[in-house]
């Protein structure tokens, strides 16, 4: 039997170019050789967007869309959508049990995004508990790896954390999985800043167009210590660079090599390896806006994916929760 991996992202906006190196690119390598499954997660995008459901019900079409231009292949991966499998919800809630509020107020990436949100004095217990409600989702079918961005390592090791209690205290239904992060774990933001992020405005996202793409190459954060194209410049930081370096293709390495000593040396000018970046990031886009014209044009095919998909998992989710419920001595009438 194939190893299982479950991975997803929550529909709050379109994937950016942070995803494809984070974690679809993973996703895609990893596709034939595991049972994958991807999961829009709407009921954690509830949890700080409960005021904006029409945002994330937009957003679950948009995600979906990314998914599947990126190279998704729904024949290998199933996709599906987190609220519609009951069985999650049911899991957090006997999970809930086994993790302390202290160790949740804990979970570093959790207390960064109530910082960011400003949450500190208004948090909801939705939100808290969302590593709990993602340690379900991971487990409900019965997964071995989980490809993510950086970020997302705190919440897969609270769900091992959960995992060995559970399998301690009702026996061993769970395996304890691991977390797989991309070669580019954190992409920095088109401003420089410490991360690409969409509502940082930071971002290219993956169904940019051409010229949009070019436009934001050409506003690019560089080095700010260069005045003039004869200022040498810095490599090290520099997003120009790091962009390249993830996403030319391998001929283009002799290139960027030359276009680097030429950069430290104040022989190049910014515009110019603008240029050369927006083509390498276009070419790289091309095949991604081929995909997903295809699919933008066929809703129908689409939102039969997400349906056959959810199906699929619904069954599996049934399965673990008959596993779960006679572990915890709850299976009165079977
Ligand atoms: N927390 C993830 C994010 O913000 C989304 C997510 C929800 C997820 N459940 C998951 C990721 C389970 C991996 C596994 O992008």
């Given at each position: ?5 479950l991975t997803?992202?929550?529909?709050t906006?379109k994937?950016?170019?942070g995803?494809y190196?984070g ?19 709407d009921v ?6 409960f005021?904006?459901p ?5 957003n679950?079409f948009?995600v979906?869309?990314?998914y599947?231009s990126v ?7 199933t996709?599906f959508?987190q609220?519609?499998i009951?069985?999650i919800a049911?899991?957090?809630?006997f999970y ?13 990436t959790v207390k960064?995004e ?7 004095d208004?948090?909801p ?8 409600s993602?340690?379900a989702?991971?487990?409900i ?8 961005g950086e970020?997302q390592?705190p919440?897969?090791e609270q769900t091992?954390?959960i995992?060995?209690?559970f ?8 395996p304890?999985p691991e ?6 774990p954190?992409?920095?933001g ?10 940082l405005?930071n971002a290219i996202l993956?169904?940019?167009s051409?010229s949009e793409?070019?436009k934001?190459v050409?506003?690019?954060?560089t080095d700010?210590?260069r ?5 040498p410049?810095?490599i090290e930081?520099n997003?120009?660079?790091?962009y390249?370096?993830?996403f030319?293709?391998e ?5 960027i090599?030359?276009y680097?000593d030429?950069?430290?040396l104040g022989q190049?000018?910014?515009?110019e390896?603008?240029k050369?970046l927006?083509?390498?990031?276009n070419e790289?886009?091309d095949?991604i806006?081929?995909?997903?014209l295809?699919?933008?044009n ?10 056959d998909?959810?199906k699929?998992?619904?069954d599996?989710a049934?399965?673990?929760m ?5 572990a ?5 009438f079977t």
């Open positions: 039997m194939k190893k299982r991996i997803g992202d929550r529909p906006g994937l950016h170019l995803h190196v974690s679809l690119k993973n996703r895609i390598k990893l596709q034939d050789e595991y049972e994958q499954f991807i999961m829009l997660a954690q995008a509830l949890t700080d967007n005021e904006n029409e945002k994330v019900r937009q679950i948009n979906a869309l990314d599947l190279g998704i292949d729904p024949k290998k991966s996709i959508i609220s519609q009951p069985g049911e899991l957090t809630v809930m049990n086994l993790v302390t509020v202290a160790r949740l107020e804990r979970n570093p960064t109530i910082k960011q949100k400003g949450m500190e208004s948090l217990l939705g939100f808290l508990a969302y590593p709990v993602q340690a989702d991971i487990t079918v019965k997964s071995n790896l989980v490809p993510v970020d390592l919440m897969i091992r954390e995992v060995r209690k399998n301690f205290l009702y026996g061993d239904v769970f304890e977390a797989v992060i991309g070669d580019v954190r992409l920095v088109i401003d420089g800043s410490y991360k690409m992020s969409k509502s405005g993956l169904s940019d051409a793409v070019e934001k050409m506003s690019m954060y700010p210590n005045i003039k194209a004869n200022t410049g810095s930081g997003p120009l660079f790091i390249l370096d993830a030319a293709p001929a283009e390495r002799e290139k090599g030359k680097k030429l950069y430290r190049v000018g910014d515009i390896v603008k050369y927006s083509r390498i990031l790289f886009l095949p806006r081929n995909r997903r295809k699919y933008e066929n809703p129908k095919l689409v939102e039969e994916i997400l349906k998909g959810t699929r998992v619904g599996i049934q399965k673990t008959g596993e779960v419920k006679k915890m001595k709850i299976d009165y």
